[in-house]
């Protein structure tokens, strides 16, 4: 059994660990991040311009993971789905979203873009 996982005793992961990174490009205000999952509250935090703020989960095995955010400057308030694992497990593990005013664009080899809805 040691030699199979090792000294710490903990199981290996079967997936591998996911990164989300957003980028405040909002052109200089500061921007407020709430970020959520059915299961984890990850907090309010203050992203200052061409700064970022990031965290890190594994996906379920149902692709059915799932955070959205919250996105606070000015006096506008935005929603997206940051994560949504139907749309992005299979193309990211390190998923990297630029803010900007008009929307989010999604940092990849497609460079897809979301508007605020």
């Known amino acids: ?14 997936w591998l660990e996911t990164t989300v990174t957003m980028t405040n490009n909002l052109g200089g205000p500061l921007l407020t991040v709430h970020c959520k999952s059915k299961d984890n509250d990850l907090g309010v935090h ?13 996906s379920n095995l149902w692709k059915s993971t799932l ?3 919250s996105f ?6 935005k929603q ?6 139907l ?3 299979d193309e990211c593990y390190k ?4 803010i900007k005013p008009d929307g989010l664009c999604k940092l ?5 873009c979301f508007p605020w809805k």
Request: charged share 20%; net charge negative.
């Open 1 to 14: 059994m040691v030699l199979l996982f090792g000294p710490s005793h903990e199981l290996p992961p079967f």
């Open 46 to 58: 203050m992203v200052a311009a061409n700064t970022d703020y990031h965290f890190t989960f594994q």
């Open 67 to 69: 955070f959205f955010c």
């Open 72 to 77: 606070h400057w000015n006096n506008q308030v």
């Open 80 to 85: 997206f789905d940051i994560f949504d694992a």
């Open 87 to 89: 749309r992005d497990q």
């Open 95 to 98: 998923c990297n979203w630029t």
């Open 108 to 112: 990849d080899k497609k460079g897809k």
